[in-house]
């Protein structure tokens, strides 16, 4: 009876063993460790080179556009082709464009030309100016001194009232012409940015619009815009 349990029991044993080693999952293959690198796992991207036939499609897309209407004269680039920013892709042509960019170009040259002998003409009226002021200061000097003397003559009974009132009168309508002149010449000083601010304005904004036109015809010259590749 015995040895009949022990029997059963061994064969229960048998069972469970068989029950268990029946339910594990099977085991990862063994490595050795000389072909391994042991490292401590990071979060991040991982890369995976994967070889197939396929087509590549760009993650982004910049589509170059033509900034003014025209027509395209040449195509200088290709698909697949390594571009930078300012590498031109198109060359393209708008005659009433260019015809504008010229008119625009006359008128400021006109206008910088206007503006240069207004320089001139104020400059040349300010030297008269001034030349006209340095002769009557002399001639008023001298007739001053001339009255001056003979206002000592006349004290000394040398001379005639008559001829003293010439000379004084001499010598106060030269003063007075001098004042004269000198309020016209610092009166010409002052306004003579003003005279010129109009003429200025009118070629900085004609300066302002051949810019403009020179560079909407620049753009005919359609540049990538960024570096890439084009597709």
Not at 104 to 123: C, N, Q, V, W, Y
Not at 185 to 190: A, G, N
Request: charged share 25%; hydrophobic share 40%.
């Amino acid at each position: 009876m015995r040895r009949a349990a022990y029997g059963v029991v061994a064969l229960t044993a048998i069972l469970l063993i068989t029950v268990g080693v029946s339910r594990l999952k099977p085991a990862a293959p063994p490595v050795e460790r000389g072909t391994i690198w042991p490292y401590t796992v990071q979060r991040g991207a991982m890369i995976r080179n994967v070889r197939g036939t396929g087509r590549l499609v760009p993650l982004d897309i910049n589509w170059v556009a033509a900034p003014a209407a025209g027509r395209i004269d040449r195509v200088l680039l290709r698909p697949g082709v390594r571009v930078e920013e300012n590498t031109v892709v198109v060359e393209m042509s708008n005659p009433v464009l260019t015809q504008e960019v010229t008119g625009a170009e006359l008128e400021l040259k006109g206008a910088e030309a206007r503006l240069a002998k207004a320089r001139a003409d104020l400059t040349s009226a300010l030297l008269t100016l001034e030349a006209i002021v340095a002769d009557v200061s002399a001639r008023y000097e001298h007739a001053k001194a001339q009255a001056d003397g003979y206002t000592r003559l006349h004290k000394d009974n040398l001379v005639s009232d008559n001829e003293l009132l010439q000379y004084t009168s001499t010598a106060k309508g030269l003063g007075a012409q001098l004042e004269a002149e000198r309020k016209r010449l610092k009166i010409t000083e002052q306004t003579a940015p003003d005279q010129l601010a109009e003429q200025q304005s009118e070629v900085n904004r004609l300066r302002t619009v051949y810019v403009l036109k020179r560079e909407q015809l620049d753009d005919l010259r359609v540049r990538a815009g960024v570096p890439g590749v084009l597709t």
